[in-house]
């Protein structure tokens, strides 16, 4: 009964640190993070929507490519990669 115990614990700290990282835009995927940070679903990310996050919203100039003042799937993905890159 103690190891369910323990691994139900477990398991919740584990879902909720990754709910958190999907929050501030960090989730395991490029896609993940993008619909976690497009908040009202019409498929691009507003300035609005990123200033929960710190490296976005420092980035913002360089990764809004088309200057729409709204970052694509392919400007996040874009982005993502480079944050990636320079963390190496």
């Given at each position: 009964?103690k ?29 993940a ?29 360089t ?26």
């Amino acid at each position: 009964m103690k190891k369910l115990v323990l691994a139900v614990l477990v398991s919740g700290v584990a879902f909720t640190a990754q709910a958190n990282e999907a929050k501030k835009g960090h989730a395991e995927t490029p896609d993940a993070a993008f619909k976690a940070l497009d908040k009202d679903g019409d498929g691009m990310i507003s300035s609005e929507e990123a200033a929960g996050h710190a490296e976005l919203t420092a980035a913002w100039t360089t990764a809004d490519k088309d200057g729409d003042k709204k970052l694509s799937v392919a400007e996040f993905k874009a982005f993502e990669k480079t944050e990636k890159k320079a963390k190496k």
